[in-house]
């Protein structure tokens, strides 16, 4: 499956940044540089990681088990976080996410 496209203005400098470690050989592309750069984002900053894994829970596209997995946080600790950002949460979970939840509660555990 194709990733979606996303087109970017970036500010003149920072463009010639992004085209400049393409040429040398640092990235095959500058999709791949600006996806490494999204990643470190994300990694560096764990109230970006919450916000956006926040909202891709409201909007439906994940699961509450792997919007807690984005954000970097148990199941427990992510139902705080989406109460502190005002999203309800839905329907309870379906019957695979809760096994799939309990799995990894008991991975965590050691116990498995």
Do not use: W
Not at 18 to 30: D, F, I, K, M, P
Not at 66 to 94: M, N, Y
């Amino acid at each position: 499956m194709e990733a979606p496209t996303l087109a970017l203005r970036l500010p003149g400098l920072l463009q010639a940044q992004v085209t400049a470690a393409r040429q040398v050989g640092l990235y095959a592309n500058e999709a791949d540089l600006i996806t490494d750069a999204v990643q470190m984002l994300l990694a560096a900053r764990p109230d970006v990681r919450q916000a956006s894994a926040c909202q891709l829970y409201q909007r439906g596209t994940v699961s509450l088990g792997k919007a807690a997995e984005l954000a970097g946080l148990d199941i427990v600790s992510f139902k705080r976080v989406l109460a502190q950002h005002g999203v309800a949460r839905t329907a309870p979970e379906s019957l695979d996410e809760t096994l799939e939840m309990a799995h990894n509660a008991v991975k965590m555990s050691g116990r498995e």
